[in-house]
């Protein structure tokens, strides 16, 4: 298995603002991927983020608003930015592993006022 | 495009009933198939996977094959417990292993004593 943890693992912002969400992980991963969950709904993509390389968005999701970055094989940071309450959901980081596992992140739970 | 469809919840069952989850999916080629579970208050965990046709994923009692030809993951256990209780998500790779997963809206089980 692996072991990730993010931080912070919630917050409360203000509209207008930038939370920057981290992302670590146990051991070298090639791989991560960030979600985000809205309330009562299931996971999107939001993008994938390889190290060394731009990060690839999902359809509906750009990177000025979702900057990602990629510094090291354990480690990645999604910023939200410019916040309004829509951008209110669980935002997780997710590993993928061998043997086709993918794990998940604790998630970071934001509430934007 | 990719796309998970799954039976809405809440569904409500007693305690051993015998419990079924469908799922069915549409993608390109030959996807990887999940099962993850999310318990209150937890994070999102594995609960099973199949990377191809026929192939049949099993863990804690619950089990789901791999149909290719009706293109669905049933989630199935044949007696379930309150500590069963949780929101299921079937989900889907596309092959190769190097994208992120599709996933559906998700399932509430509660499980009544």
């Known amino acids: 298995s692996a072991v990730i943890s993010q931080k912070p693992s919630r917050d409360i912002c203000q509209r207008g603002t930038s939370l920057t969400i981290q992302c670590q992980v146990d051991?070298?991963?090639?791989?991560m991927f960030w979600y985000r969950q809205q309330p009562g709904q299931s996971l999107t993509l939001i993008a994938t983020?390889?190290?060394?390389?731009?990060?690839?968005?999902e359809s509906g999701f750009v990177i000025d608003k979702f900057p990602i970055s990629r510094p090291n094989l354990t480690f990645s940071t999604l910023t939200v930015s410019n916040m309004s309450p829509e951008d209110s959901s669980i935002y997780l980081c997710?590993?993928?592993?061998?043997?086709?596992?993918?794990?998940f992140g604790p998630g970071t739970r934001l509430l934007v006022l | 495009g990719n796309s998970v469809t799954q039976m809405e919840g809440p569904v409500t069952l007693s305690e051993e009933a015998f419990l079924t989850i469908n799922c069915t999916y549409t993608?390109?080629?030959?996807?990887?198939l999940f099962w993850y579970v999310q318990y209150p208050g937890e994070g999102l965990q594995l609960l099973l996977k199949?990377?191809?046709?026929?192939d049949k994923g099993s863990n804690k009692g619950f089990e789901a094959t791999y149909r290719k030809e009706t293109t669905s993951f049933h989630l199935e256990k044949g007696s379930v417990q309150v500590s069963d209780s949780a929101v299921y998500f079937c989900?889907?790779?596309?092959?190769?292993?190097?994208?992120?997963?599709?996933f559906g809206k998700g399932t509430h089980l509660i499980i009544q004593p």
């Open positions: 983020a390889n190290q060394g390389s731009e990060a690839t968005y």
């Open positions: 993608a390109t080629g030959y996807p990887s």
């Open positions: 989900a889907l790779r596309r092959g190769g292993g190097a994208d992120g997963l599709t």
């Open positions: 199949a990377t191809k046709a026929d």
């Open positions: 051991s070298q991963v090639t791989m």
């Open positions: 997710s590993v993928h592993r061998v043997q086709e596992t993918q794990y």
